[in-house]
């Protein structure tokens, strides 16, 4: 089953012209000043996919090598395999790559392990305790991100979504999509993926994994759909992260969109880059 992509169709929040063969970022899908959200590249690299393989994409990747800027025609190249599979991509000016990346029909491996799937999954109703210490935390506004698609409470048409620490290893958060991120009786691709970006490493400091004095830019993530999440008109989606370990400026965390009783939906895992303050 095609889906519609709320990304490329006709109106205030394309970002795909295939016609013209551009990407053309508007200021809704910011993420630091001036350039794009990591997570909604990542949700338009899944919808490059289902606009040309065979079947809806399953796995997809994206690398920033650069923050790719807002409101700037950036040539969008894809090199498609013969059975239509698997795409590779570049975005960016000629010499001047910005985002890289693949897109496929299947799984060879998942992004996440089973084993911390079913660990974020069993934590996406909380039990009293786990309520308690997110109803405790307190977080900063922090200006720079103020107009962050995934998390900036400026931005009138983000996400708003920051994840509170629910134990010592995971955070948390629901989710009710406003019905301009619906696509049918689905929710949109680019929006249910760029919700799992800032909402891992929203958390990272409180669970110990950064200094204060540090903040972190996306580098690369990987993702995996399992199953097209649906409209829920009745409940929210349920956002469950767990940083997986650091490596020099290198944080590792795995995260997950599931259904209250803890179906998944998306997981992904990102890599974050390390900056001094």
């Not at 006709?10 to 899908?29: K, L, S």
């Not at 899944?46 to 700037?72: K, Q, S």
């Not at 786990?130 to 200006?143: I, K, L, N, P, T």
């Amino acid at each position: 089953m095609r889906h519609r992509c709320l990304s490329c169709s006709p109106g205030p929040n394309q970002v795909i012209d295939y016609e013209r063969g551009v990407v053309h970022v508007p200021r809704t899908f910011r993420g630091p000043p001036q350039s794009m959200h990591g997570g909604a590249a990542a949700g338009m690299v899944a919808c490059i996919g289902d606009a040309h393989l065979a079947e809806p994409t399953v796995r997809f990747n994206v690398r920033l090598h650069g923050p790719p800027p807002l409101l700037t025609d950036l040539p969008l190249v894809i090199q498609l395999d013969e059975n239509g599979q698997r795409l590779g991509f570049e975005i960016g000016l000629p010499g001047a790559t910005v985002l890289s990346g693949w897109a496929a029909t299947h799984a060879d491996e998942p992004v996440v392990p089973a084993g911390i799937v079913a660990a974020l999954g069993a934590r996406a109703t909380l039990g009293a305790e786990a309520q308690q210490r997110f109803d405790a935390h307190v977080e900063e506004e922090d200006q720079e991100f103020s107009e962050c698609f995934g998390c900036g409470t400026a931005n009138e048409a983000g996400l708003h979504l920051r994840t509170r620490p629910i134990d010592d290893h995971h955070a948390w958060i629901d989710w009710s999509p406003e019905a301009h991120w619906h696509d049918g009786e689905l929710l949109g691709t680019l929006p249910a993926i760029a919700a799992l970006d800032c909402t891992s490493a929203f958390p990272l400091k409180h669970l110990g994994m950064m200094t204060q004095d540090e903040t972190t830019l996306l580098g690369t993530y990987d993702g995996q759909i399992h199953r097209r999440p649906p409209v829920m008109t009745d409940d929210s989606y349920r956002i469950v992260t767990t940083p997986r370990e650091r490596s020099g400026r290198k944080i590792y965390a795995d995260i997950g969109l599931f259904s209250p009783d803890g179906e998944v939906f998306i997981t992904g895992r990102a890599t974050w880059i390390v900056l001094t303050a």
